[in-house]
């Protein structure tokens, strides 16, 4: 079964650092990009970056890029969003997201992970 | 960035009606377009891409057409089960943005 499993749920204070994984299985790794996107609570979806897997090239969206690290391991085919100084605002629920296997549908996502909650508060 | 805008925001609809969401882009985005639903508390579920290529699994009552600044998904006949929130992305051009959704609510 082709799978994203991502990490539990996180609470941590202001100011900490974290990050969260995302581990694919049942399909070839480094065959598909790895998105990240951020819905904040009662909110929208928002795409925060991709990783090839294939060569590690990241795109970042302009409003997270310098605030995330979007990294990977390919020898245990896992994908990871970091923090190094969380705010009261990162308090959403992560996904990561695998592009569709369709040529044409190349930044669509055609597998998601359950989703991380990250809670951020004093 | 690629602005999109879904509309209406929220929809009330009865089992059985043809439902029309639209979701426009302030630039072209040719076809570059995928559809989403999304249930309270799970991940989104990929229904279209490209416009109009239905993704496999994804019941025929879900179409999409459209392209350049305007396009749309339309449900022929709503099920109990399609009640959810759809959104739009665009993937023309970086960074790929989504819509601000549509609540689909049984009136």
């Known amino acids: 079964e082709v799978q994203l499993v991502q990490s539990g749920a996180e609470v941590k204070e202001p100011g900490e650092s974290l990050r969260i994984s995302c581990k694919g299985s049942?399909?070839?790794?480094?065959?598909?990009?790895i998105s990240w996107v951020r819905q904040m609570p009662g909110k929208g979806l928002e795409w925060m970056g991709k990783?090839?897997?294939?060569?590690?090239?990241?795109n970042y969206s302009p409003s997270f890029e310098g605030h995330v690290t979007i990294s990977i391991d390919k020898s245990i085919s896992t994908v990871y969003l970091q923090w190094s100084g969380l705010k009261a605002s990162d308090t959403a629920m992560y996904y990561c997201?695998?592009?569709?296997?369709?040529?044409?549908?190349?930044?669509?996502?055609?597998?998601w992970g359950q989703g991380t909650m990250v809670t951020v508060s004093s | 960035d690629i602005q999109m805008t879904q509309s209406p925001s929220t929809l009330s609809a009865s089992v059985g009606d043809r439902v029309t969401i639209t979701c426009r882009a302030s630039q072209s985005i040719s076809s570059w377009l995928a559809w989403y639903q999304q249930k309270p508390g799970k991940a989104p579920k990929l229904l279209i891409y490209k416009a109009s290529t239905l993704e496999s699994g994804v019941p025929s009552r879900f179409s999409g057409s459209g392209s350049g600044t305007e396009v749309t998904l339309t449900i022929s006949s709503l099920q109990p089960d399609d009640f959810a929130t759809y959104y739009c992305?665009?993937?023309?051009?970086?960074?790929?943005?989504f819509g601000q959704g549509t609540e689909v609510e049984i009136k």
């Open positions: 990783i090839d897997p294939s060569d590690s090239y990241i």
């Open positions: 992305q665009q993937y023309n051009s970086y960074p790929w943005t």
């Open positions: 049942g399909y070839t790794f480094t065959s598909y990009w």
């Open positions: 997201a695998r592009r569709s296997r369709a040529l044409t549908g190349y930044g669509a996502f055609d597998i």
